[in-house]
């Protein structure tokens, strides 16, 4: 695809519920470690549909136009003169936010942390959903060939999941519960799974995710009901038949009754780690955690080695991402891809290209 006549046609968020398409001028390279991609496909993320709704989360308010879209895969398109990893032709898994590499949490291991981060759609830097998108090389990671790139775009959220439970040190013979059954808590259970865990269970509030996490990479699921967390907590543990609580617990949903089971289903000494995000502020059961000596972290998008893991439990063939996507759709059509992502009637959803033909 030649950059030079191709489309860089970008999806671009005003205020919320308010979006239009643009031409913006091609980037250009950076550095001469970057490379110029052709974005090929793009799932919607929560966090997307957050920013089109609200205009903001946390501190993070859309204040410019913003361009939206980070969980991408595309095609390398050039490169810089010093990349000697990827050419022209490659397809590639792009991962979406650049650290400084200079601050104590970057030159830690821990670039996630850093606080100058640069990641794509959240303000004020613009998202993936264009045309063409620069890059340094070292956050392009290769497809091989028996992957997809539908497939490629899948792994973002996979990453997510691996980060989550690498905190968890999720190991085998473990019993693991995982709260909300969303594209998240899916590929936690799924990395779980991979990671040698005996039983996973799947806790939400809605059937149809329920039946789909069962057949995906759940050992159990339950069906979350109002009443007390305590009670949810024993009814999860007698369902998939675990003795004195789970080892791990990791809350994929940011809700509160979740968060405040998650307390409760977890065993003396266990680990509980939050990945979802909903309120700031909640009732937590602290006696619970203090009580039960339970290990709690949370977990912030994805680190060293969290992408190249995610790349490679899909070419081997242990986590099949492809069952997720509810659909492709064209680029026009982003905006009504959002709807039915909001109303909830899709697990994941991809955006093509403003280059890419879809059937
Ligand atoms: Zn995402
Ligand atoms: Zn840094």
Known sequence: M????????????????????????????????????????????????????????GHFVVKEPMVLGHESAGTVVEVGPAVKTLKKGDRIALEPGYPCRRCEPCLSGHYNLCPDMQFAATPPYDGTLTGFWVSPADFCYKLPDNMSLQEGALIEPLAVAVHIVRQAAVSPGQTVVVMGAGPVGLLCAAVARAFGASKVVSVDIVESKLAFAKSFYSTHTYMSQRIPAEQN????????????????????????????TSLHVVRMGGTYVQGGMGKSDITFPIMAMCLKEVTAKGSFRYGSGDYKLAVDLVASGRIAVKKLISGIVSFDKAEEAFKKVKQGEVIKLLIAGPNEKIA
């Open 233 to 260: 907590a024993a009814n999860i543990l007698a369902e998939a038949g675990i003795d004195n609580g789970a080892d791990v617990v990791i809350d994929a949903s940011g809700a509160e009754p979740s968060i405040q």
């Open 2 to 57: 030649d950059p030079k006549t191709a489309s860089n046609l970008s999806f671009i968020l005003n205020k919320p519920h308010d979006v239009t398409f643009s031409s913006k001028p091609v980037p250009t390279l950076k550095s001469s470690h970057d490379v110029l991609v052709a974005v090929n496909y793009t799932g919607i993320c929560g966090s997307d549909v957050h920013y089109w709704e609200h205009g903001a989360i």
